[in-house]
């Protein structure tokens, strides 16, 4: 998809002198039965920066490799379709090859030991097959000129990962991963803010059931939602909803829910992180359980149960750093 051609943008993309500045990013996070895996690779212009995080569902333990970088040691694909989203700093190498048109992302990570941090390094199969699965794609207005372009999927991972000497066996049968593939160009809008759910399971009948909520003060239209429900190969919109969370502290429940009770999700903190973006903003990622009910269009209501992924809280500041 070439963003400057939407007819959301009412061809004015077409005619800029020069390519909009747009803060972009792809990321993923990875649920097994023993660890959640945090993975974003960021270009935000003056704030450019790779994570890899861990957290160990069994023991609590927490790990998180930041490395802020000049824009030179960041790339973000220009498409997922066929293209490369990489990262390489000192000691810590990230590479995503995208080739959704034959139905995966690749990725190897190869990060070297640091303090208390443990080395990190194998080799992932993200498998987005769009003859088994729906993304969802979704371009939508901001306030004030600017657009959001989404890019998101529930993968079944395969591969391996070596935790300073620890063996991760990922299984595409059980073991899913949240794919966040986000183009931002803010326009006159001085602050981006929002709330977001992302999670799958496997159901009784094997079928992957995933769920994608948020809720933006940029996006009060309801038409452009990117709210949706995943079960098996089918992709459902779902309602809009209205989050609660204590913002003093993210390790509290949040829930989701809507006023017909098609959607009514709690999700229980167990780790996660803050990345800070300096004087742009910052924003939270926490991992963890989600418990509750979603129905779907053919209204059939979903036992969530313990499926797993990440909730985030955004507040980032836009107005001094883009046209």
Not at 25 to 36: I, K
Request: hydrophobic letters at 40%; aromatic letters at 10%.
């Amino acid at each position: 998809m070439n963003l400057l051609d939407s007819r959301l943008l009412k061809g004015l993309g077409a005619s800029w002198p020069t390519p909009p500045l747009l803060i972009e990013w792809v990321g993923a996070g990875m649920a097994h039965p023993d660890w959640y895996l945090g993975l974003i690779v960021m270009d935000a212009r003056l704030a450019s920066l790779a994570v890899v995080y861990g957290h160990n569902r069994q023991t609590g333990e927490y790990f998180s490799h930041d490395r802020p970088a000049r824009r030179n040691r960041v790339r973000v694909a220009n498409s997922t379709w066929s293209d490369v989203t990489e990262f390489h700093g000192r000691d810590f190498h990230v590479e995503i090859v995208h080739r959704l048109e034959e139905g995966f992302h690749r990725v190897k990570l190869d990060i070297l030991a640091e303090g208390n941090k443990p080395e990190v390094r194998g080799e992932l199969v993200w498998h987005e097959d769009l003859r088994q699965t729906q993304p969802l794609v979704l371009l939508s207005p901001v306030a004030k000129g600017g657009f959001i372009y989404n890019h998101k999927a529930q993968m079944p991972i395969e591969g391996s990962l070596d935790i300073d000497g620890r063996r991760i066996d990922f299984n595409p049968n059980r073991d899913v991963a949240n794919l966040d593939e986000v183009k931002i160009h803010p326009g006159g809008a001085t602050r981006l803010s929002y709330r977001w759910f992302n999670f799958a399971g496997f159901d009784a009948a094997g079928r992957l059931v995933g769920l994608d909520l948020a809720h933006s003060p940029q996006k009060p239209d309801p038409y452009w939602s990117e709210n949706c429900l995943w079960v098996g190969k089918a992709l459902w919109p779902a309602p809009e909803v209205h989050f609660e969370n204590d913002a003093r502290d993210l390790m509290k429940p949040w829930r989701a829910s809507d006023q017909e009770g098609l959607v009514d999700i709690t999700f229980y903190p167990e780790g996660g992180k803050l990345v800070n973006l300096g004087p742009i903003g910052k924003y939270h990622q926490k991992c963890g359980r989600f418990r509750g009910t979603a129905v779907d269009g053919l209204g059939e209501k979903h036992q969530i149960r313990d499926y797993y992924g990440c909730a985030e809280s955004a507040e980032i500041l836009t107005w001094k750093f883009w046209r």
